[in-house]
């Protein structure tokens, strides 16, 4: 099994039962525990858990607590930033999709207000985001496809071998992909292992590949480099990204629109 694969399904389990021990970890994925043990220390290093003795636990982040310090829904907290701009960057996606086209919607919380001016179109969406699912579930005119996998709740997507799986039997016209960060170099990063492979998925199945990048996404975070500038077709920005950014997108041919 390869790294990425196993960093994947102990994310999985974190999400399912909040705390997995090394032996527990080891003896699920066949592997030792000190493979386990370096597995949790480069994940813990990337801020997606928190080691403990003998194990790990889900990263209790200070920001996903409300004021009387109960555990806040890291996706509600994450969709209430910036709200204003990514409902114009969701608006201006949404025009860039044909009717009759197969459009694929990556997770991320700007990705459902793309599907929301989507809605009433005869367009067909498929994606691994619950919070598309729940803006069109009950739209007669949108052709809504959902991929497969399992369940990471407090991220509202699916992951894993079976999305994989679907996503490689897919094509689709336009990808609108998200991401957490751009590096000024041009490499578009993000800084959750378990949601790489479905990016790349995505990508591959794509003719065409918008990316949604806030002005706040340059350089943003993350460290696992899913695409770059000069490999999107259309970047989706707003007021303040880096004129470098837009200027590598312009020269390898790419658009850029600002929300």
Known sequence: MQTRQRHEQILERLDADRFASVNDLAEALQVSPSTVRRDLQQLGASGELRRTHGGAVVLDRPADRTSDGALEHPYATTAQ???????????????????????ALDIGTTTPLVARHLAGRPVTVITSNLAVLDELRDDPAVDLVLLGGSVRRNFQTLVGALTLQALASISCDVAVLSCTGVR???????????????????????????????????????????????????????????????????AAGGRVVVA
């Not at 204003?84 to 197969?102: E, N, Q, S, T």
């Not at 492979?197 to 975070?221: I, N």
């Open 81 to 103: 930033a910036d709200a204003d701009l990514k409902a114009a960057m969701g608006r201006a996606a949404a025009d860039l999709v044909p009717d009759g086209a197969v459009v």
């Open 184 to 250: 000024p170099d041009g490499r578009v990063v993000d800084d959750m292992s378990v949601e790489a492979p479905t990016k790349e998925g995505l990508l591959a199945a794509a003719t065409q590949t918008v990316l949604l990048a806030s002005h706040a996404k340059f350089p943003g975070t993350g460290s696992l480099q899913t695409t770059s500038l000069e490999a999107v077709d259309v970047l989706v920005t707003t007021t303040g990204a880096p004129q470098e950014a837009l200027d590598r997108v312009a």
